[in-house]
């Protein structure tokens, strides 16, 4: 079974804070890929991005930056100098390879509020 | 925004009732998964929909049903409707690949209430 875990529920910062929310997972396959999305209030969730399992190069996009740890089972997020456009909930997603109909698992996500 | 469409955007039924939602996928996209999102809860996977089939199905009753049409837009079907149904529908699309996971690119979803 797979489960995805985002033990933070809710964090508040204040605008140009450094934040960074946590993502734990756990799966079976060898094979798997993690993801990120947004949900703004408006409820559509927002694609932020994918990590393939072999592949634990960080990444870096404008003020966002993801830390892939095969060794500790996490994929953190850091949101850099952080604006009220930010605030949103965030949730972490993890894929099998070899699961039918590869649904995502999510965690049950973290609320950011980021105040002016 | 990411071309999968939904409708309706917001949707009121009483206990009992039979409901369906509409999902039209992002162009290029085959593959049409459906989740449920209850209140302040991650989105829990229903089913997804392949070539018209379902390709794989989450722990939900048979009351959940779709459909896939063959210009890959979707519908969910749920019938005898019960309070704890309500939540936000979402449909996501995505391509098939042969060897891997595409990403999911999801529609606004469908708030669902019932009474």
């Known amino acids: 079974a797979q489960k995805v875990t985002q033990a933070q529920t809710e964090i508040s910062v204040v605008e140009k804070e450094d934040v960074t929310l946590d993502c734990v997972y756990e799966t079976r396959d060898t094979t798997y890929y993690l993801f990120w999305y947004k949900q703004p209030p408006s409820g559509e969730l927002v694609f932020l991005i994918r990590?393939?399992?072999?592949?634990?190069q960080n990444e870096i996009s404008g003020r966002y930056s993801w830390n892939f740890q095969k060794s500790t089972s996490s994929f953190n997020f850091t949101i850099t100098a952080s604006q009220v456009v930010d605030s949103a909930v965030y949730f972490c997603?993890?894929?099998?390879?070899?699961?039918?109909?590869?649904?995502?698992?999510f965690g049950g996500g973290t609320r950011l509020m980021v105040k002016p | 925004e990411t071309g999968v469409t939904q409708s309706p955007t917001h949707l009121i039924k009483t206990r009992g009732q039979q409901v369906t939602l509409r999902c039209s996928s992002q162009?290029?996209?085959?593959?049409v998964s459906w989740y449920q999102q209850a209140l302040g809860q991650g989105p829990q996977f229903i089913f997804q929909y392949y070539r018209e089939e379902e390709n794989g199905r989450g722990n939900f009753p048979p009351r959940f049903s779709g459909l896939q049409f063959p210009n890959y837009s979707s519908e969910l079907n749920v019938n005898a409707l019960e309070l704890d149904d309500s939540a936000l529908y979402l449909c996501?699309?995505?391509?098939?690949?042969?060897?891997?996971?595409?990403?999911?690119?999801f529609g606004p979803g469908t708030r669902l209430t019932v009474l």
């Open positions: 990590r393939n399992s072999f592949d634990e």
């Open positions: 996501a699309s995505s391509r098939k690949l042969a060897g891997g996971v595409d990403t999911q690119y």
């Open positions: 162009s290029g996209h085959n593959t």
């Open positions: 997603a993890l894929s099998g390879g070899n699961n039918a109909g590869n649904m995502l698992t």
